[in-house]
C-alpha cells in the first residue's frame, strides 16, 4: 500500500504566460475538495471568458472566493487544515493593488506573515516577468519591480517553489 505525501503547507507556483502553472496547481490539490482565491477581475468580456474557462475546468470539488484586493486576510480567513487553498493570481492581486493606489509592500508584508504559518495547505500561483525586456514606461516598470519583489518574498517563505515552462514543472525548492 503506498502512503501519500502530504505537501508542503505553504507552495508557490511560477511561470509565464500561458505555461501551464494554473493547471499544474490545480493538479496538485486534485482529489479533495479545495478553495479557489481567485483574484482576477472580470472588467471585460474577455477576462469574464477566462474565468469561466478556469471555472469549468476546475469541476464541481471547488469552491470559490473571489478577493481582488483584500488577499491577505481573505486568505488568513479561509486557511484550515482539512481543505487546501489555492491563490490564482499574485500578478492580478499586484495590479488590483496598484489600480486602487493601495500600498503594494503593506499588503505584501501582511501576505508573507500569513505564509510564514498558514494555518492550512495554500498554493499560490504567480506570473514570472522578469526575464523579458525592460518596460518602456515607469507604470510598467514599476509593475515588474513589484512583481519581482513579490515572487522573491513568497518564494522565500514558501516551502516549496516551482517554476513551470510549456506545461513542465522544474523544483527550485523543497523544505521537508
Not at 505525501?5 to 493538479?27: D, F, N, Q
Not at 469549468?56 to 486576510?73: A, H, V
Not at 519591480?145 to 522565500?156: F, K, L, P, W, Y
Request: proline share 7%; glycine share 8%; charged share 25%.
Amino acid at each position: 500500500m503506498s502512503q501519500v505525501t502530504p505537501l508542503p503547507l505553504a507552495i508557490l507556483v511560477l511561470g509565464g504566460a500561458r505555461s501551464g502553472k494554473s493547471t499544474y496547481a490545480e493538479a496538485l490539490l486534485e482529489g479533495s475538495p479545495a478553495l479557489y482565491l481567485a483574484t482576477g477581475q472580470a472588467l471585460d468580456g474577455e477576462m469574464a471568458e477566462r474565468i469561466d474557462h478556469h471555472r469549468r475546468r476546475r469541476g464541481p470539488m471547488w469552491s470559490t472566493l473571489e478577493e481582488p484586493l483584500d488577499l491577505p486576510d481573505a486568505l488568513d480567513g479561509v486557511l484550515r487544515p482539512d481543505r487546501p487553498v489555492m491563490v490564482d493570481c499574485l500578478t492580478l492581486w499586484i495590479s488590483n493593488l496598484m489600480h486602487a493606489e493601495r500600498d503594494v509592500d503593506r499588503a505584501l508584508d501582511r501576505l508573507c506573515e500569513v505564509l510564514a504559518q498558514p494555518a492550512g495547505p495554500v498554493v499560490l500561483v504567480s506570473n514570472e516577468i522578469g526575464m523579458g525586456l525592460v518596460p518602456d514606461n515607469a507604470l510598467a516598470r514599476r509593475f515588474r519591480d513589484h512583481q519581482g519583489r513579490v515572487n522573491q518574498r513568497v518564494a522565500a517563505v514558501c516551502r516549496r517553489v516551482v517554476f513551470v515552462a510549456a506545461g513542465l514543472p522544474l523544483i527550485l525548492k523543497d523544505v521537508p
